[in-house]
């Protein structure tokens, strides 16, 4: 099964097919909205991810249980961003990658060539590791960005979506004066959280979060630790982190990653209840990194 | 370059010594000979602009800027109003043909690569390497043998002259944006042609403008196409693009080469008008590149 740059596939589960898709821009304006409003459970089934055919991780299967924040964690080069990557199919988009294996949204794998990318794409959203503001956009328009910039809803003002998607990122009482102002003139915990504002206002089933905190400060890591704590009740959220402590503080669930050493793939260690994986891990490796004894 | 590494650790203890002596030596050359090489192009630059502004302003007024040169050359008076409303049209229309084509090969070599775009990238370079005079002869074969001279036979080779400048400093910029503001547009749900459309395009605004205007400035000066193809006419205003017409360029150019001293004067006015009018191209379009890119309003 290697889809490459999207080959055509033949081992699709064809049950898993007609499972109705969530739709994907069901638009939950109110919080009794959001609360009805129901991600997919997210399975991975044997994926391999390649650069230029050299797998980064390799042989992950990994169950994305729907309102949970899952944390994957390991050492560098583990490829703990790269499996993140798969998750929405960003991966592709980097030259020379490809993806074998299975991940299923909702039991329809999103590597299927006849399902369209873009939809994966607003139905699992993603915040980088660096804030990344469009330059030449307001703070409104960058919220409003991905709702006006999709091909499902026209223009409008959006006023109340605006509101929202900040209040939930937790910014709105700090730019709620100066929507107009430049994007890019925000702090830069500011505007990690207005870029998770922006990924929030295209109301994803499941957030992709990649080190979202690494470079910022502690206090406005805490600040964007508690809101991940509250987007957990709308959507599900995977957040990759260097941070043990962090992982421990937001994660229902952990993943462990290793690598063995530079050159092979980086692969699943242990996966499990986030208590359990600190304290009573099964693993060995994983008892060594999540105490510190090496990574 | 071996005794300097050879002699620092022992120079090192001794601040002041001879080792320090000869670095602060060294220094104060390398600045000396930058500063140098600094002042020598600043100065050229302000010599050929004071030049042409002490000789233009000689005779630049505002019977210069509209009215049409005297039927005998060597009669003082006159000025080069259709030469200035020629150069507008021409370098206008040239600009509406080069950017769109430009800017659009420039997206497709740096957001889509491939073997193709490659080879654009390369062709590119070429272009920029042909003389102007050789692009004036090709649209001569081409265009001019069959149409007649023509504002638009001029507009087409000055296109040509700008298109490969525009590409290149297009892809540049675009080069320059960075991929995680791509990625965010993609991992928002929004398709690559809306994000180039809507994110990179933006982002890249200022510098993009800054290259077509360098595009234009370049356009306007150049001379030796529109020999070939617009020709000149200095008789009257000629605002129709289907006939041949006169630009500063040419104007300066015919008037410069008669050895009237009126004629030189109307030449040296021209040449300081052809600045002003590249300056005043420059500041707008960079005002409106700012407006458009920075504030976010839509």
């Given amino acids: 099964m290697t889809y490459g740059n999207r080959n055509p596939l033949d081992s699709l589960d064809p049950t898993a097919m007609k499972e109705p898709k969530m739709p994907p821009t069901a638009p939950p304006v109110d919080q009794q909205a959001a609360a009805r409003f129901a991600p997919a459970r997210l399975d991975v089934v044997d994926l391999t991810a390649s650069y ?175 809101l991940i704590k509250e987007i957990r009740e709308t959507c599900t959220v995977v957040i990759v982190t260097h941070n043990m402590q962090q992982a421990a503080r937001v994660s229902d669930t952990t993943v462990f990653l290793n690598v063995e050493y530079a050159g092979v793939p980086g692969r699943l260690i242990e996966a499990g209840p986030t208590e359990q994986i600190f304290n009573a891990p099964q693993q060995r490796a994983t008892e060594d990194y999540t105490s510190g004894r090496f990574g | 370059m071996a005794t300097h590494f050879a002699s620092r650790p022992e120079a090192e203890p001794r601040p002041g010594g001879p080792g320090l002596r000869r670095r602060m030596a060294t220094d104060m050359v390398g600045t000396g000979v930058l500063w140098l090489a600094t002042a020598l192009t600043v100065g050229v630059l302000l010599w050929v602009l004071g030049y042409a502004a002490v000789q233009g302003f000689r005779y630049l007024g505002p019977e210069f800027l509209t009215s049409t040169p005297p039927g005998d050359p060597s009669r003082a008076g006159g000025g080069f109003l259709n030469g200035i409303i020629g150069s507008l049209i021409v370098v206008g229309l040239a600009t509406v043909v080069a950017v769109p084509l430009g800017v659009g090969a420039a997206v497709y070599v740096v957001e889509y690569g491939g073997r193709l775009a490659r080879a654009v990238d390369f062709l590119t370079d070429l272009l920029i390497g042909i003389p102007a005079i050789v692009t004036g002869a090709f649209v001569y074969a081409l265009w001019v043998t069959r149409f007649g ?150």
């Avoid at chain 1, 960058?142 to 709702?147: C, P, Q, R, T």
């Avoid at chain 2, 297009?170 to 993609?186: F, K, N």
Wanted: with cysteine; aromatic share 4%; glycine share 10%.
């Fill in chain 1, 52 to 226: 230029r055919g050299l797998p980064a991780v390799a042989d992950v299967s990994l169950t994305i249980e729907p309102h949970r924040v899952t944390a994957l964690i390991g050492p560098s080069g583990c490829g703990k961003s790269t499996l993140l990557r798969c998750l929405n199919g960003m991966h592709l988009m980097a030259p020379h990658a490809t993806v074998t294996g299975q991940v299923l949204l909702g039991g329809t794998d999103i590597y299927d060539p006849r399902v369209n990318p873009i939809e994966i794409r607003r139905r699992v959203g993603m915040v980088f590791q660096r804030p990344t503001p469009f330059p030449t956009m307001s703070i409104r328009d960058n919220v409003l960005a991905g709702v006006h910039l999709g091909r499902r809803r026209g223009r409008g003002t959006h006023d109340d979506l605006v509101e929202q998607a900040l209040m939930r990122a937790g910014l709105w009482k700090e730019v709620r004066n100066r929507l107009k102002a430049p994007g890019g003139g925000l702090s830069g915990g500011q505007q990690q959280r207005l870029c998770i504002a922006r990924a929030l206002a295209v109301e994803p089933e499941i957030l992709l979060m990649d080190e979202p905190c690494s470079a910022l400060d502690p206090i406005s890591t805490l600040v964007i630790e508690d």
């Fill in chain 2, 149 to 298: 001279f023509s504002g638009y036979a001029g507009a087409i080779s000055l296109a040509l002259v700008m298109l490969p400048l525009i590409v290149r400093a297009t892809a540049e910029i675009l080069c320059l944006v960075p991929r995680d503001l791509r990625e965010a547009g993609l991992a928002l749900g929004v398709t690559p042609a809306r994000t180039i459309v809507s994110v990179v395009l933006p982002t890249a605004m200022g510098g993009i403008t800054t290259g077509i205007m360098l595009a234009v400035a370049r356009a306007m000066g150049e001379t030796a196409p529109l020999l070939l193809t617009a020709l000149g006419n200095d008789l009257f205003v000629e605002t129709h693009p289907d006939h041949r017409m006169s630009t500063l360029s040419l104007q300066i150019f015919s008037n410069a080469i008669t050895g009237f001293e009126a004629a030189q004067a109307r030449a040296w006015a021209g040449a300081l008008t052809l600045v002003i009018l590249v300056l005043l191209c420059t500041a707008v379009a960079r005002f409106v590149a700012r407006r458009s890119s920075v504030t976010g309003a839509r």
